[in-house]
C-alpha cells in the first residue's frame, strides 16, 4: 500500500541551526501538507503546497520556515533559525486532487537543544 | 472558542466493550469530517472519512455526524487490546483548495485485555 515516508524520523539540532526535514509523498498526490505537533498538544497545521506553490499557510508559518518540491518526488520543510519551541514532531501528508482526505508520513520528532 | 474540541480522556475500557468517542465542532463551514487514530509517536492514521450527516460504517467502526448539531461520533463494537491509541477527530472546510485539517486534541484510549 502507499505511503507518505519521511526522513530523518528523529533530529537533534542545536538552537539556531537550519534544519531540512523531507517527506516523500504517496506518487499520485498533488497536494501536500506539514503539520506540527508539540508533545501533549494538538496536531496543528503549517502549510499545504499544490502546484509548485504555497495555497495557504497558518500563522505558525512565518519567515523562518519554507517548503520546497525541488524534485518530481521529494517535499522539504526547512527551518532557517531553529528555536527551542521548535521542538515538536512534524508530520508530512498528502491527498490526491478531487479527495478530501489526507494521508500521514510517521513524522519526524525534532528535538532542538 | 475553540473550533473543534475533544475530551482527551483517558478512556479506559474492557476488552469487548463499545467505546464512543465524541467531538463538537463550533464552525458551520466544516462539512468533511475524519477520524484518525495516533500510536505513541506515531503519524495520524487516517480511520474513516465521512461528508454526510448520519452514520458510516466500516467494520467494527462506525462514524456518526450530525451537522444540526455540529456533534460527530466514533464508535468501536468489541473493542481489542490493539485499539489502544490516540483518536483524532478532524475536520476541514467545503470551499478552497487547500483543504487544511483542524484537528481536535485527541482522546486516549486504552482496552484492557
Known amino acids: 500500500e502507499p505511503e507518505v515516508t519521511q526522513t530523518p524520523s528523529h533530529q537533534v539540532t542545536q538552537m539556531g541551526q537550519e534544519v531540512i526535514l523531507r517527506c516523500v509523498p504517496i506518487?499520485?498526490?498533488?497536494?501536500f501538507y506539514w503539520y506540527r505537533q508539540i508533545l501533549g498538544q494538538k496536531v496543528e497545521f503549517l502549510v499545504s503546497f499544490y502546484n509548485n506553490e504555497i495555497s495557504e499557510k497558518s500563522e505558525i508559518f512565518d519567515d523562518q520556515f519554507s517548503v520546497e518540491r525541488p524534485d518530481g518526488s521529494n517535499f522539504t520543510l526547512k527551518i532557517r533559525s531553529t528555536k527551542l519551541e521548535d521542538s515538536a514532531m512534524y508530520f508530512c501528508?498528502?491527498?490526491?486532487?478531487?479527495?478530501?482526505?489526507?494521508?500521514f508520513g510517521q513524522g519526524t520528532r525534532l528535538t532542538v537543544v | 472558542q475553540k473550533e473543534v474540541e475533544q475530551d482527551p480522556g483517558p478512556l479506559s475500557v474492557p476488552e469487548g466493550a463499545i467505546v464512543s468517542l465524541n467531538c463538537t465542532y463550533s464552525n458551520s463551514a466544516f462539512q468533511y469530517f475524519m477520524w484518525y487514530r495516533q500510536y505513541s509517536r506515531k503519524g495520524p492514521e487516517l480511520l474513516m472519512y465521512?461528508?454526510?450527516?448520519g452514520n458510516k460504517e466500516d467494520g467494527r467502526f462506525t462514524a456518526q455526524v450530525d451537522k444540526s448539531s455540529k456533534y460527530i461520533s466514533l464508535f468501536i463494537r468489541d473493542s481489542q487490546p490493539s485499539d489502544s491509541a490516540t483518536y483524532l477527530c478532524?475536520?476541514?472546510?467545503?470551499?478552497?483548495?487547500?483543504?487544511?485539517?483542524?484537528f481536535g486534541s485527541g482522546t486516549q484510549l486504552t482496552v484492557l485485555p
Open positions: 465521512t461528508y454526510s450527516s
Open positions: 478532524a475536520t476541514t472546510i467545503s470551499s478552497g483548495s487547500a483543504r487544511q485539517l483542524t
Open positions: 501528508a498528502s491527498r490526491r486532487e478531487g479527495q478530501t482526505e489526507a494521508f
Open positions: 506518487s499520485n498526490h498533488l497536494y
